[in-house]
């Protein structure tokens, strides 16, 4: 997957010179859903607004499968208001642009939350399942992740803001996915990343991922093959992962897949040693937990950077 296929769903692009820059995008879609029963009003600034209230309803009933017939829309979505932390207005109407465009079919369901995003079972137009991971809008942890932006040579214009640090958060992941798959590693392929919106193809089968290694017997050989993930993201894709445990390495019939790249950073940040250092560190514990004897942190980190 090459990081130009974000252009056709964005209206700004990711720079090649090692900048990013996030660029507001306008909210004029419309859903295909919803086409027809607001066609006629259309034509004023008020009902655009109107339009607004009730596709971001529609939506919202559809992926959180909660009633809200009792609200009237103006109380649903009041100037930036945000319903269950994740369907404000401008998520709402950035998932009726993938439905639109042909990247998403329809959503099933959540499959997963955490403190930054949720993640969502979709369908593409040709039955193959993905992931949908929606980056949370109000959450205060993304002021936690400047150590993983500031230094990175990646990311040199940083905007101010919590839904600019949220959107580049969500184009970081992009992006180090996309390197990561590209250069061979085992990964989820990521198919495209619109504003806070990040869509990959799904890692396990009618909408119940892979189990975790946490979550796995484990032996040697999955051992082996996390050690070589590690070493092949730093020589091949020139990256660190920076927030490696076992509760973001699924088991596969294939073997151990990585995911949650939005902390990973190249390998020319300041704190590379570091970041590489703790995620050797995190594996070797879980490792020798289970019972396993393992090598020393200190002699992989050597073969790792040779």
């Known amino acids: 997957m090459n990081e130009e296929s974000i252009d056709e769903f964005e209206d700004e692009e990711i720079s ?16 295909l859903e919803t086409m027809d029963e607001i066609e006629e009003d259309s034509t004023t600034e008020e009902s655009d607004l109107g339009l607004q209230d009730k596709l971001a309803r529609k939506m919202n009933l559809k992926l959180a499968g909660k009633e809200r017939g009792r609200k009237t ?4 979505f009041d100037k930036d208001k945000v319903l269950e932390a994740v369907f404000d207005k401008s998520t709402v109407m950035t ?3 993938l439905i639109n465009n042909g990247v998403i079919l329809y959503v099933n369901g959540a499959v997963g939350a955490g403190k930054e995003s949720q993640l969502y079972w979709a369908v593409d137009p040709f039955g193959n399942d993905l992931a949908v991971k929606i980056y949370l809008v109000t959450t205060s942890n993304f002021k936690k992740r400047y150590p993983y932006l500031i230094g990175d040579p990646r990311f040199t214009r940083i905007k101010s803001g919590t839904r600019s640090l949220v959107e580049l958060w969500a184009k970081k992941e992009f992006r180090n996915l996309s390197k990561s798959f590209n250069c061979g590693i085992p990964c989820p392929e990521p198919i495209t990343v619109v504003k806070n919106i990040l869509v990959m193809k799904f890692v396990g089968t009618g909408g119940v991922t892979c189990p975790t290694l946490v979550e796995s017997e484990v032996d040697y050989s999955d051992y082996e093959k996390t050690i070589k993930i590690i070493s ?3 020589q ?3 990256l660190v992962h920076a927030d ?4 973001n390495i699924f ?3 294939e073997g151990p897949v990585v995911f949650d790249f939005g902390s990973a950073v190249d390998i020319r940040h300041p704190k590379t040693k570091e970041f590489l250092e703790r995620d050797i560190s995190n594996i070797t514990k879980f490792f020798v937990k289970r019972g396993l004897t393992v ?12």
Not at 73 to 76: D, Q
Not at 244 to 247: A, H, I, P, T, V
Not at 295 to 306: A, L, S, W, Y
């Open 244 to 247: 490696l445990s076992e509760y």
């Open 95 to 97: 998932l009726s642009r």
């Open 16 to 31: 090649k010179e090692n900048d990013l820059e996030i660029a507001e995008e306008s909210d004029d879609l419309v859903s």
């Open 251 to 253: 088991k596969t019939a």
């Open 236 to 238: 091949k894709a020139e």
């Open 73 to 76: 829309e103006k109380g649903i």
């Open 232 to 234: 092949d993201l730093y």
């Open 295 to 306: 090598d020393n942190p200190i002699d992989v980190f050597k073969r790792v950077t040779k």
